[in-house]
Structure formats: structure tokens, C-alpha cells
């Protein structure tokens, strides 16, 4: 330790003059021992290691798992699933609980409904209202209702009558949904009051319609689609008056087979007059489809079948019935080559009566007792292209119709028009458009030209060539605020088949718009009929022109 110390001690007596002997001036720098060349020599070889793939069991933790005796254990046995065996799924919502409730809660519970009412020129006033009561989770109930009438407007100057009439209609629905089926139920009725101006004296006309139709609906099992369904008419004038009854009945099933799907679509009616007498069942009809798909794929769909119809009337002339049945094809092919467009081409024959109330609203000034005839289409093909993108929608389409018997109307020397059952073919070409997608402007657009003869004539009586209808708005999203125009027009009509005479086109403009005020309350204005000339569909009974009004509108 002792020589430790002055071992010390003289290390530290020595380090100034250590110091003071080094050479200022030398050059500190390292000398450079970096090598200019390197040889590697010998082999380097690269070996990765061996990857293999661990098994599902060497994934799993290792946890100890504990033997469980034997003893006391249930027979293990195969499992047996079937999904076609589980009870079907139930999307309806849960039932309401209306325990310790008003009786009145479950219908105001979720209510809603729209009431309108409006007034303008020519005394004109009309309503509607439209009410949908949830009564339960699977029960609704829907009514409807409209009215309009008019004190009308003097046509001629020669005479002192007026364009008037009053019409209203009415619907009760009634829908019960199941776990695999729906049932709706309706009652419905009908009125129209007007006068025959076109006539001296202008006598009153009243038509008159009160029904009932259900429908089942059952999409488990055997998919079908059922519909019963009655119709009373009424008729009253200063000349005559009538009854007339109508039952018809639709059926559509599907049934599966082992390599193809067979829908069966029927449907019969049965019309006649009432007299003193019960019902004489002066008009029969049925149709019957049966369809087979033959390709049911995303892109394209195929269907090919057969149609047989059948009608037997006597066109309201006791005595001399008449029947008819014809056979025809049924096709239908839809090809979408992409998202956007599809392809699509159809033969679908088709049958229809024609009730009183249907005649009445498509020409009211009818000449005697209407007769309950019938349009058939053996052929009634079309063909078209669509293109859809988003809200915009294009349809071109062409199409040939022939029709063995179809209802036509002609003016005869009264002025009226009587109803005529011809022979006839037609073809036509349309396009119609629905454009939403450029907000804030949407609109519609349709035209269509149609061409054709009937088997004792020369041209269609009464058919325009040419029609066209559009719709063009735009909607104000700061005020809550919709503006309207409207156009609708036809060109001139033969009013014979022998083309003798013609009847004038026309081209009516309308303007509507309304405005919300609230969230519940709107306000309404219109102005119909606007044109160089008057919208005479019917020749000998003009309508009132520039007829303006308002209104106010509900919501809830």
C-alpha cells in the first residue's frame, strides 16, 4: 500500500514536464491504413431455412384439457340439419303493447295522411284526402277519397248552357299480413253527374259504380296470387236507364317442377244486365296462360308458353249471342348486358270487358245503352331498349297489336258517339323518359305515333296519330317550393273509319306550383289549359280554357 502511494505521487510530479517536452509543431494526423484492394477467397454458400405450413391443431393454444369420465354420459348421434325444416322467418315487427292505453292510441300511433282542398274560376272546387291508420303490426287500413266539380263554362253563344259535372270516387282498404301470405280487402265506389251540352236541351247524365275486390297473396309453398272480386253499374238518363253486374276472378300459381318453373295465370268474368229478372249473365270471358321459364339468369331472362281466350256476349242485343275463342303464343325475353341497359321484346295476348263507369270516364256522351263487349289482343307484341342510370330512365320501344274484336268510338248525326267492337290491327312507336337526376330540375317525357286500319275501313276512328304528354319542374330548396309546367297534346282524328271527316289536334299548357309554408301546410295554384285553341278531346263538346285556382294543402 506504501508503495502504491509513491508510486502515485511521482506520476503526478512527472505529467507537467511530460507535457512541456512534446513538439508544437508536429503533425497530429493519423496515417491512412485503409486497404485499396480486398480479396475474399474460399466459398460462401446461402441456406435458408425449411418453412412448413403448421397444421390447424398446432394453432391452437396449448391448454390442458381435463378427461371427462365416461360415466353418465348421453349416446352421441349424427346430426340431422335441414334448413327447409325450420319454421319460416317472421320480419314483422313485434306487436304493439297497448295495455293501460286509450282505445284510440294504436290508430293515431303512427297516422299519416295529406288533405287538399281547392277552388278557381268557373266555380270549380275539388278535394282529396287520403288517410293510413296502422290498427296493428300487421294490420293497416287506408282510405281515399276525391271530389271535383265545376259550374262550367258557356261553350256556345248561341245557347245557354254550361260545361258542368261533378265526380267523386272512394276507397276503403283493408291489408293483413301473415308469417307467409297477405290479404287485401277493398270496397270502392264511384260517381260522375254531367250534363250533354253538345245536345239542344243538354239532358243530365248520371253513371254511377260500387264494388268490392280481395286478394291472396301466399309466397311459401305453392306461390299464388288470388283475386275475387264485384261490380254494380248504374246508368240514369231522361232517355233510358240500366243496371249492370260484374263478377271476375284472377288466379296466378307457380309451380316448381324438377328442371323448370310453371306459372298459370286465369282469369274469368261475368257481366250482364239487370232487368226485372235476376242476373242473366249476358257476357262471359276467361283467359288462361301457362308460362315456363326457360332461363333465369342475372343477365337474362327467358319465358315461353301458350294462351287460349275466350269471350261469349250478346252485345246487349237479346237474342243474338256470340262466341269466340282464340289460341296464341306467349314470350318474353329480357337481356341486360350491363347495369344499365336492357334489352326486352314481348307477346302477351289479353282480354278485357268493358263496364259502363269505364266507358263513362273514357268518352261520357255515348249514344243509347252501351254494349258490354270486349277487346281481345291474339297479338300484341312490343320491343324496346332501356337505359337507366340512377334516377334518369329512356324507353324506346315499337310495337304491333291485332285485335279481332276492339272497342272503338264514332260520331254519329245526334252528337254523340257510338260504341263500336271491330276488327283491327294497329302498330305504333313511342319513347318515354324520366329524367330526376339533374337536380333541381326533373321531368317527364313521353311520345307515341300510331298507325293502323280496321278490317271495314281505312283508318282508326278517333285514334290520334300522333300524342304526346311532358312534365318539366323545378324545385326550390331554399324555400321548400315546386314549379310546374305541363304539356299535353294530339293531332287531328278521323271520326269514322272511313276518313271522311277529321276532328282537330290540339295542345293545351298548364302551369302548377306549390309552396310550404310549414312542414304541415302547403299552398297550391294552377292554371290548366292554356293554348292557342280549346282542348277538345270530344268534337261538338269543348272544354273551358285558361281555368285557374288554388287551394291550400295538409300534412300529417
Known amino acids: 500500500m506504501m508503495r502504491f502511494a509513491v508510486l502515485s505521487l511521482a506520476l503526478l510530479l512527472a505529467m507537467p514536464g511530460l507535457t512541456q517536452a512534446q513538439d508544437p509543431g508536429s503533425d497530429p ?37 381435463q378427461a371427462l369420465p365416461l360415466e353418465g354420459l348421453p349416446a352421441a348421434s349424427p346430426i340431422g340439419f335441414r334448413i327447409d325444416a325450420l319454421p319460416p322467418l317472421n320480419l314483422d315487427p313485434p306487436e304493439a303493447n297497448y295495455e293501460d292505453r286509450s282505445p284510440l292510441a294504436p ?23 287520403d288517410v293510413q291508420l296502422p290498427i296493428s303490426a ?33 276507397t276503403l282498404d283493408l291489408s293483413y299480413r301473415g308469417t307467409s301470405w297477405r290479404l287485401v280487402s277493398n270496397v270502392d265506389g264511384a260517381y260522375r253527374q254531367y250534363d250533354l251540352y253538345g245536345l239542344q236541351d243538354a239532358p243530365e247524365r248520371t ?14 309453398g305453392l306461390p299464388l296470387t288470388w283475386t275475387v272480386g264485384y261490380e254494380g253499374h248504374d246508368l240514369e238518363t231522361r232517355a233510358f236507364s240500366f243496371s249492370t253486374q260484374r263478377f271476375h276472378s284472377n288466379l296466378e300459381a307457380t309451380v316448381g317442377l324438377s328442371a323448370i318453373d310453371l306459372r298459370i295465370e286465369g282469369a274469368a268474368e261475368l257481366a250482364g244486365h239487370l232487368g ?5 249473365g249476358d257476357s262471359r270471358s276467361g283467359t288462361l296462360h301457362g308460362i315456363v321459364r326457360l332461363v333465369d339468369r342475372p343477365d337474362l331472362q327467358v319465358e315461353g308458353g301458350a294462351s287460349i281466350i275466350s269471350m261469349t256476349t250478346n252485345l246487349a242485343r237479346p237474342g243474338t249471342p256470340s262466341g269466340h275463342t282464340y289460341g296464341a303464343p306467349y314470350a318474353l325475353v329480357e337481356w341486360r348486358p350491363d347495369t344499365r341497359w336492357m334489352l326486352y321484346a314481348e307477346q302477351r295476348p289479353s282480354l278485357a270487358l268493358h263496364t259502363p263507369i269505364d266507358l263513362a270516364e273514357t268518352n261520357p256522351y255515348l249514344s243509347g245503352i252501351p254494349d258490354l263487349g270486349g277487346t281481345a289482343h291474339t297479338l300484341d307484341a312490343t320491343a324496346g331498349v332501356q337505359w337507366s342510370a340512377g334516377t334518369a330512365q329512356i324507353d324506346a320501344h315499337a310495337g304491333v297489336t291485332h285485335s279481332p274484336t276492339r272497342r272503338f268510338f264514332a260520331q254519329d248525326n245526334t252528337s254523340l258517339f257510338t260504341l ?5 290491327t294497329t302498330w305504333m312507336l313511342g319513347a318515354d323518359a324520366t329524367l330526376q337526376a339533374l337536380t333541381p330540375w326533373f321531368g317527364t317525357v313521353s311520345l307515341q305515333y300510331t298507325g293502323g286500319s280496321v278490317a ?12 304526346g304528354e311532358a312534365t318539366m319542374g323545378y324545385q326550390f330548396s331554399e324555400r321548400q317550393a315546386r314549379l310546374q309546367l305541363h304539356l299535353r297534346g294530339q293531332s287531328a282524328r278521323d271520326l269514322s273509319s272511313a276518313g271522311t271527316a277529321t276532328a282537330p289536334g290540339f295542345v293545351a299548357v298548364g302551369v302548377s306550383g306549390d309552396v310550404q309554408i310549414t312542414p304541415n301546410i302547403e299552398i297550391t295554384a294552377y292554371v290548366q289549359d292554356i293554348g292557342s285553341n280549346d282542348a277538345t278531346e270530344w268534337p261538338g263538346y269543348p272544354q273551358p280554357v285558361a281555368r285557374v285556382g288554388g ?6
Open 207 to 220: 253513371v254511377a259504380r260500387i264494388g268490392t275486390e280481395h286478394t291472396l297473396r301466399v309466397y311459401d
Open 456 to 467: 271495314e275501313g281505312d283508318g282508326l276512328p278517333l285514334v290520334a296519330r300522333t300524342t
Open 551 to 556: 287551394g291550400l294543402r295538409l300534412l300529417w
Open 420 to 424: 263500336q267492337y271491330l276488327e283491327a
Open 138 to 170: 300487421r294490420t293497416d287500413l287506408r282510405l281515399h277519397g276525391d271530389y271535383e266539380g265545376m259550374n262550367g263554362a258557356q261553350p256556345f253563344d248561341q245557347r245557354d248552357v254550361r260545361t258542368a259535372f261533378e265526380t267523386g270516387s272512394g
Open 29 to 65: 494526423t493519423l496515417p491512412e491504413i485503409t486497404p485499396r484492394e480486398i480479396e475474399i477467397r474460399g466459398e460462401y454458400r446461402v441456406v435458408f431455412p425449411s418453412l412448413e405450413r403448421p397444421t390447424l391443431q398446432e394453432l391452437q393454444p396449448r391448454t390442458r384439457v
Open 107 to 129: 290508430l293515431l300511433n303512427g297516422m299519416n295522411g295529406s288533405l287538399e282542398v281547392a277552388g278557381g274560376r268557373f266555380t270549380e272546387r275539388r278535394a282529396a284526402a
Open 276 to 280: 226485372n229478372a235476376a242476373f242473366s
